[in-house]
């Protein structure tokens, strides 16, 4: 059983520029969630998607956007950085017929914007 | 919308125990999660509180007040490796994966 794995590990952008960050589920999962964590504080949901499909977003402008492929492996994009984006983004992976209180996190990717 | 408060830093000494708090508002409640970060590396699922009482896991235990919207994490006998962020969460609905976190108790082991 492979956990969730993220790439890529750190990145750097300048403001304005686009970011897309990509994640592959544990086996077995088909639900992906995103938070992003700024320093020193706790994650904070973005979105989430189920089968493809977005069912339930955080309080994130329309520039974050999302997809969910057949196999549940997920990206994320960023459009229009700014600086305050600059975070860590966390995915992680859930069996749809849990109780919604085990998430399976990577260790995310270490966003800087510049 | 949801809160949860926790200190931010917690120091104890090793083979000690450690007990950090979390108090809670929710417009709903449907359990109370604890998870472990530590420096650079992925959030761990610990544990969860549904009901009332206390839940045991090895050296970590969970509690849970419903009535005092109150609920707390005890780590025994202390261990280096146990330094690391810890961070309760709830989620905004019955099987919903949207998890709102707390700041984190940043809890530091010392010999």
């Known amino acids: 059983e492979t956990g969730v794995t993220q790439s890529p590990t750190h990145l750097i952008k300048t403001r304005g520029q686009q970011v897309t960050l990509r994640c592959s589920s544990q086996?077995?999962?088909?639900?992906v969630s995103w938070y992003q964590q700024a320093l020193g504080q706790g994650p904070q949901f973005i979105f989430q998607y189920y089968r493809e499909e977005e069912n339930g977003r955080g309080n994130f402008p329309p520039r974050f956007s999302g997809l969910q492929f057949p196999n549940y492996s997920s990206e994320l994009n960023v459009n229009a950085l700014e600086l305050d984006d600059s975070a860590l983004y966390l995915c992680a992976s859930s069996e749809s017929t849990g109780t919604g209180e085990k998430l399976f996190f990577g260790s995310g990717t270490q966003l800087s914007v510049l | 919308g949801q809160s949860l408060e926790q200190p931010s830093e917690v120091t104890a000494v090793e083979g000690a125990i450690v007990q950090i708090n979390c108090t809670y508002q929710t417009s709903g409640f449907y359990g109370l999660s604890w998870y472990q970060q530590h420096d650079g590396g992925a959030p761990t699922f610990l544990s969860y509180?549904?009901?009332?009482g206390l839940e045991e896991t090895g050296r970590f235990s969970s509690f849970l007040s419903r009535s005092d919207s109150y609920g707390y994490l005890l780590l025994q006998e202390l261990q280096m490796k146990d330094s690391a962020s810890y961070f309760c969460?709830?989620?905004?609905?019955?099987?919903?994966?949207?998890?709102?976190f707390g700041k984190g108790t940043k809890l530091s082991v010392i010999p």
């Open positions: 969460a709830v989620p905004s609905g019955a099987g919903s994966y949207q998890l709102t």
């Open positions: 509180n549904a009901l009332d």
């Open positions: 086996s077995g999962h088909n639900t």
